[in-house]
């Protein structure tokens, strides 16, 4: 029986999903992230913007690790995502997809990077084989529907990101809970089927509120994964530096110190997955 379990001998062995057929650890990919919603394992998630990171996310046991554009405001100090470029979300997930093995890999499409089918096929190939990623995530309702059967239709994997759209703050006027009143909630399960329609394997749901998470997982075959959606979706994700202390001053309602009574960021990130999967986070003091 062959036991891989070191990245860089896969890298000089052939074939290497079929070495994988013996291994102890198997890398997460679509197929693995909706037998973990089948059989109601939660998906830990964490973002990820370089290789040591991405390592500690490994041997914590992250299931998902995503290069997000959430990287403007906590690596580059932005106040918002929108100055990210595609030459940053490349360069960040090409040093990410050297530090993993077992984690899926998704990057960001950035601000304006998939206005059109073209453009976003485009910067999407560049994401997967300049970067590594295995999917890719873009932020849309119903007037992405387009791009994701497009993408879909090349065979790329998708994640739909709804609720809370950063990169529309300029024209929300703000970071605020989404999904509030009836009208927009329909809204949004409408807007999340048409994801699933149209292609897109998992759909991210940020900050709305926790029933609303819980009705559209249960409405969506494919995972959802959610940031301040309530414990009642599929996965939950948080920014790597928030859960670890390592953002100062005030932090959104719904992450959640990790490092308190840890040893080290690796202890952190162990807690944070545990707790993820023995669903005591989120609490009710970080639901909307
Ligand atoms: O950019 C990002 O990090 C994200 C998460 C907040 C989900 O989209």
Do not use: W
């Amino acid at each position: 029986m062959i036991v891989v379990t070191d990245s860089a001998i896969l890298r000089r062995v052939m074939y290497t999903h079929l070495q994988l057929r013996d291994a102890e650890r198997q890398p997460v990919n679509v197929a693995t992230l909706r037998q973990m919603k089948a059989r109601g394992e939660k998906i830990a998630s964490l973002t990820c913007y370089d290789a040591s990171f991405a390592v500690l996310l490994d041997e914590g046991g992250v299931d998902v690790a995503l290069v997000g554009d959430s990287l403007g405001m906590v690596i580059q100090g932005h106040d918002t995502t929108v100055p990210v470029t595609m030459e940053d979300i490349v360069y960040h997930s090409r040093l990410v997809s050297r530090g993993l093995y077992r984690p899926f890999l998704i990057a960001d499409m950035p601000f304006m990077s998939y206005a059109s089918k073209e453009q976003a096929l485009a910067n999407a190939v560049r994401l997967m084989q300049e970067g590594g990623a295995r999917m890719v995530k873009l932020e849309g309702g119903a007037g992405q529907v387009e791009i994701v059967e497009f993408l879909a239709g090349h065979d790329i994997a998708v994640c739909a990101h709804l609720g809370l759209k950063p990169q529309s703050v300029h024209k929300i006027g703000g970071f605020k809970v989404q999904g509030r009143d009836e009208k927009a909630a329909r809204q949004m399960i409408a807007d999340a089927r048409a994801l699933q329609d149209a292609g897109a394997d998992v759909v991210l749901l940020e900050c709305i509120p926790a029933e609303l998470g819980a009705e559209i997982t249960a409405a969506l075959e494919v995972p959802v994964i959610g940031i301040g959606a309530g414990p009642g979706v599929d996965g939950q994700i948080l920014v790597v530096y928030d859960i670890l202390d390592i953002t100062t001053g005030r932090k959104p309602r719904f992450t959640r110190n990790f490092m308190e009574g840890s040893s080290g960021p690796l202890e952190g990130i162990k807690r944070y997955v545990t707790a993820v999967k023995d669903r005591s986070y989120p609490a009710p003091e970080h639901c909307f």
